[in-house]
């Protein structure tokens, strides 16, 4: 991962030894630029909004042979410098996947518009009418990894919902980011809306990362997508507020009374179904009194899982299944590949005592038939979605019929689980009267 | 107001210089002794946190001569400093105080839970019963001035909401923030609840503010309460979510249609009704068509508000009528006093020009008879709150019907405006299945 990322190292030594530069003087230039860009687009109807996006999907295809072009370009440096294929492979583009990108984009104008949803409102005993009315953020900032899909994605969801955005990308798809981000303004152009509601700070290298972390006041929120490193990167060093997402160490707990066949069905599912996403099952807990740990565990070593496990667990496994002993390492990681921790627990307790120590707040499940205890795992498990019997990969926008996902949201502030349009609009209290004042 | 909290450029060198200090390992002791606590306050009934709300208010009734004398020995040592008469005041506790106190915790315990509230909820089409439920944020920090009724406040908002709290209040007022707490915490262990939901870091001084500040994951949101300064330094130095609140730069813009009489009683009630609160109005700019401004400057006038205008206002001003010329600090200004600057624009145009420039996103107010001027008004103006024809004093919890007020956020993400209790808590998705998996 830390190959599709500029160094977090580096972002934190220009934090710690800065001065004003000239570069951050340009980019607070773009951040005013995109202001400007977000007061037209805050008052777009849906219908402009979504021509817009209908007319970048159209310009993706028209524009293809360039983007093309210039993902080939990137390709071919990232991989002279070593690039391994599966990075190489995530930044790729091909017609298949501009037409995924277009078909997406169209999609999203389907969607019904997050802003001007009145969210509460009340006349009150002066006659003081009152609504808070969903309004868009102003002005996003985006910073990610080398993948070229993000960028549209971003700009697509963005647009949708009425913000301004600035993108900073990995710098390994420069090339292609620009591209694309041409294919976006010229379709902005096309329809009258303002090309710079959609701008980039790649030509700055890192440090436009860095001013886009200052930029308190001029940039409303800052959402990381990308590994840990990233994101913790960027939590570290914003002052403005961001939103953190992503970060997925998933459990799920077997409980005594859970049923075996289920049991076996819901834990392939969540771990290999698609194991490098982040509601895939990391850490299995199974109660010693359970049936179901030698058929879970056969059944996903037959699925290719490897399997680490603690020393109770060991001694349970049957011949012919293989596992490595699991330490703290193994309770702490987020595989995102086909590995899996598994532990032995004698109570519900336990199993909540060691979720709370290594949980990173994203999914957690309990398989179980007893009322007491799944009440009990909802109550105290403090995680954005808690799942009584079913898979932890439903923790998903488009599974929740949220339409569009813009990320897991992990902490609490503002959005907490997988967030969908809503949750890049803010609110706006409008008060109308007729003369009152406070007595 | 400097004179109420820590030096800001103390916390900063506090900052950029750190090793890991016992002090650092102390506080985030307190924070997991909260965490623990709040584990168990998130299950308690609204009748069990309504008892202990009631409590402490017997308490502080009981224990009141201590908590006198602890005020005491704080006020006589400020006062020997050479602190102000004004601050003086607000670091007084006494009998008709502490009354108040107990009264506002009586009518805390009266409200609604803000907790258990479903935001959403549906089935979906495989069956899955979703559900986002409001749950407690978890573990909330305060930092603060010597207010020492700010205690018993926060300590109240965050325990009604299910909330574990640390406070971090002005070193002035110590002595009887500790008699506060001790009041406190016996009323928590008389109902049953934790002692530890309610924990202080005045012993670290210092330094137990800026580890509050690097408690990201011990310490769910932090909320600075007090002045300009105060929050700057926190929103600057925290990797803990914040949520500003307070900075209130406030405009009215008096349109050509206004009438005079309702514009004339509107200013007076917007800066003259409590001019020490952050909704009341600090710019006004009037139109040059308007009728108004003569009538509005003579009525402020009169009341004692000193008038900083533009030279267009000044040569507009009758005889009789003083006022200084303003210049850009003027515009920026949050007096909080009886003082006002006052503008002269050609157009809607310019007064939304001057505001954007100029306004903290708190309140603004449009006072006019036109409705295609007050629609753009409402649209084109980005604050937490816009008014149409009333006084920028509604801007408030209790005005707004939100029962109790934690502050007034001026940021984005979370809350926006006044906030209540609700603004306390995070959502919890909770879904039941029974052995769903993905497709």
Sequence with gaps: MTDLIDSAAAYEADAGNREPQPVEDEVFAIADRARAASRKLARATRAWKDRALLAIGAELLAQQDRVLAANAVD?????????????????????????????????LAA???PVGTVVRGQTLPNGLRLRQVSVPMGVVAAIYEARPNVTIDIAGLALKSGNAVILRGGSAV??????LLNVIRDALEQVGLPADAVQSVDA????????????????????????????????????????????????????ESAPVGSAVEILLNSKTQRPSVCNTVETLLVHSASPALVPVLTALAEAGVRLHVDARVMSALPAGIEASLADDT???????????????VDSLDEAIRHIRR?????????????????????????????????????TDGGEF?????????????????PMGLAELTTTKWIVHGEGQVRG
Excluded: C
């Excluded at 991989?79 to 984009?105: H, P, Q, V, W, Y």
């Excluded at 886009?212 to 002052?239: C, F, H, K, W, Y």
């Excluded at 999914?363 to 009584?388: K, M, Q, Y």
């Design 401 to 417: 019929g949220l339409g569009a996902e813009v990320g897991i949201s992990t902490q609490k502030l503002h959005a907490r689980g």
């Design 111 to 113: 969607l019904p518009d």
């Design 75 to 107: 390709i071919a440096a990232a991989r002279e410098s070593g690039t391994s294929a599966a990075l190489l492979d995530r930044m790729s583009l091909n017609a298949e996947r501009i037409a995924k990108l277009a078909a997406a984009l169209a999609g």
């Design 330 to 344: 193994d309770w702490a990681t987020e595989y995102m590949d086909l590995d899996l921790a598994v532990g032995m």
């Design 358 to 394: 290594w949980t990173t707040g994203h999914t957690e499940a309990i398989l179980s038939n007893d009322l007491g205890h799944t009440e009990r795992f909802v109550a105290e498990v403090d995680s954005a979605a808690v799942i009584v019997n079913a898979s932890t990969r439903f």
């Design 174 to 179: 420069a090339q292609t980011n620009l591209a």
């Design 204 to 255: 700055y290298g890192r440090e436009g990362g860095a001013v886009l972390m200052r930029a308190r006041g001029r940039v409303d929120v800052l959402i990381p997508r990308g590994g840990r490193e990233l994101i913790q990167t960027v939590v570290n060093n914003s002052s403005v507020p961001v939103i953190e997402t992503g970060e997925g160490n998933v459990h799920i707990f077997i409980d």
